[in-house]
């Protein structure tokens, strides 16, 4: 899914006669999907400036979803979660520099202070830098090895436990521990999700929805503890030395659960401290506008870390989603050539679990009212949220098709018959 191009207008480091600004520097900071996409935008609209591409993992820019589906089951290598194939990206002519931090941003001189030990001037800066996995602070999380899902690093330290005849744990009932869930099942481990809320994925999906995950998990084996608070880890010496020694997750009803693995899905902490140091406007994250740009003109933001405008919630927020992280690193990067830009996305999420492809348009809320198509119970539904009678949201498993015309009806504020949207029988491209 791309953006559509903006129209272009005369400003600073335009992309039209991009040679007469060769002299100019952006440095993006951050490799990751939302930088990866940001470099390659600068080159597909003629910039032939210097471009430095900042990332503290050693890898090429690269998608994070397929780490807790395709590449932590072993079905893919972790190559192929590249952006672009190595020609492409040399093609590209960046100035790499992988394993390097940013340290500081000093906007009064224009540059970023390195890990190296090196500073270097920018004209623009996008921040990219993303999010890291949440941890608890809870008595033995520094005790007992805890895994979470972030990097590729991390996928490949979690992989060999998921086996048949070991058990596992997962500390949290959203998406990232819901995935993690279904590929550990699939790969024969005995798995136990503990979620704290009253439903599975309860910030982000209504409550019929959160229904139909805790029954696809069970039916596949998976025990979910609802309203199950952590109340620290411990090590479970099985033997009489504590030889085969294993974990245990202490809940908050005072019970424990042994197991071989626990891994912490408990959400996203944006990496805004580099923003905030340098007196940058954050509120869970780095605020921009809808033309990506931060507090300071000079620098954008783009990806998990950046709080945007969104018409769609009608408030700002941070989208963590592959969409978000390719459009916005896109649009940021043409912001900072000059053109016109105005970022405000239809929010698309999807999650594969177990087969099921699960997509996600618009913000459905409980004050919707809702209209399902096709029956759960066959693998295949849509259901659709509207206010009035205009469709705002559509939730869909297994029902790509119908999906692409929901989005439609969303984007374009179309009345529909609600009757009619529910029939089977009456194709979506007829409404």
């Known amino acids: 899914m791309t953006a559509e191009r903006p129209e272009v207008e005369a400003a600073a480091l335009p992309h039209e006669g991009a040679n007469a600004h060769s002299a100019h520097t952006i440095v993006i900071v951050g490799a990751g999907q939302a930088g990866g996409w940001a470099a390659q935008t600068l080159r597909s609209e003629g910039f032939v400036g210097r471009v430095v591409l900042v ?11 397929p780490l807790s589906k395709a590449v932590l089951s072993g079905a893919a290598a972790p190559e192929s979660t590249r952006l672009m194939k190595p020609e492409a990206f040399d093609a590209l002519a960046v100035q790499w520099r992988p394993g390097v931090q940013v340290r500081r ?26 999010g890291r996995a949440r941890r608890l602070a809870v008595p033995g999380a520094d005790q007992v090895p805890l895994h979470t899902l972030r ?16 058990s596992v744990v997962v500390v949290g009932g959203g998406w990232i521990g819901l995935e993690v869930a279904a590929t550990a099942r699939q790969q024969g481990a005995e798995v136990v999700v503990v979620e704290t809320q009253s439903r599975l994925c309860e910030r982000t999906v209504p409550a ?15 025990r979910v503890l609802l309203g199950a608070g952590v109340r620290g880890f411990a090590r479970a010496a099985d033997g009489a030395d504590g030889a085969d020694s294993r974990l245990e997750v202490l809940l908050a009803d005072g019970s424990a659960l042994a ?40 620098i954008l933001a783009a990806g998990d870390v950046a709080v945007a405008p969104n018409p769609w919630a009608g408030r700002s927020l941070r989208l963590e989603s592959w969409q978000n992280a390719q459009e916005q690193g896109m649009a940021a990067a043409r912001s900072a050539l000059g053109q016109a830009v105005d970022y405000q996305p239809l929010p698309w999420f999807w999650s594969d679990q177990y087969g099921m492809n699960l997509q996600i348009y618009g913000m459905p809320t409980p004050a919707h009212r809702v209209v399902q198509r096709g029956d759960p119970a ?41 009757e009619r949207l529910a029939d ?3 194709p979506m491209a007829k409404l």
């Open 378 to 418: 066959s693998g295949s539904f849509v259901l659709f949220y509207l206010a009035g009678d205009v469709v705002q949201a559509a939730v869909g498993a297994n029902a790509a098709r119908d999906l692409r015309f929901a989005r439609r009806l969303i984007e374009q504020r179309k009345t529909v018959d609600a």
């Open 55 to 65: 990332g503290d993992e050693a890898h090429p820019p690269h998608e994070r979803p």
């Open 424 to 426: 089977l029988n009456t």
């Open 105 to 130: 941003i000093d906007r009064a001189a224009k540059q970023v202070l390195l890990s190296d030990g090196t500073a270097q001037p920018y004209d623009k800066l996008i921040l990219c830098t993303g």
């Open 259 to 298: 197991c071989d693995t626990i891994v912490l899905g408990v959400g996203l902490v944006p990496n805004d401290e580099l923003a905030r140091a340098a007196g940058l406007a954050c509120e869970g994250g780095v605020l921009v506008d809808a033309q990506c740009r931060t507090s300071d003109p000079d």
């Open 151 to 166: 990097t590729i690093e991390d996928a490949q330290a979690l992989a060999p436990a998921l086996r048949p005849g070991r």
């Open 208 to 222: 019929e929805v959160s229904a139909y995950l805790l029954a696809l998990h069970r039916a596949q084996g998976v």
